[in-house]
Nanobody, 126 residues
Framework: QVQLAESGGDSVQVGGSLKLSCRASGSTYRACMAWFRQAPGKEREGVASIDGEEIGRTRYAESVKGRFTITLDNAKQTLYLQMNGLTPADTALYYC???????????????????WGLGTQVTVSS
């Protein structure tokens, strides 16, 4: 497992942007990494995922395609989520997740990951 620490959450207005960061305690090169979110009263959902070895391989939830971008800086061992065009529906606690090993397919399923951060809060107001 790997230790993960998210940062960058904030309160923004509709249409605003935020960039979340997730610092990992070890190498992110051979790993699947992802962002999840959980809104009050709802289940946690996968937002975006990436293959640490082939960072061009990404996957997005339909609700964020075209607005969110996941990137990974292996040299800094840091995962990012650039969020643009934010709406109140994006309000949630955002979690970083990781699974060491060959990333056969970037997944948006919780069961694919065994390391989790504590989350960072994103609040979007109108």
């Amino acid at each position: 497992q790997v230790q993960l620490a998210e940062s960058g959450g904030d309160s923004v207005q509709v249409g605003g942007s935020l960039k979340l960061s997730c610092r990992a305690s070890g190498s992110t090169y051979r790993a699947c990494m992802a962002w999840f979110r959980q809104a009050p009263g709802k289940e946690r959902e996968g937002v975006a995922s990436i293959d640490g070895e082939e960072i061009g391989r990404t996957r997005y939830a339909e609700s964020v395609k075209g607005r969110f971008t996941i990137t990974l800086d292996n040299a800094k061992q840091t995962l990012y989520l650039q969020m643009n065009g934010l709406t109140p529906a994006d309000t949630a606690l955002y979690y970083c997740a990781a699974k060491r090993g060959i990333c056969w397919l970037p997944s948006l399923s919780e069961s694919a990951y065994d390391s989790w951060g504590l989350g960072t809060q994103v609040t979007v107001s109108s």
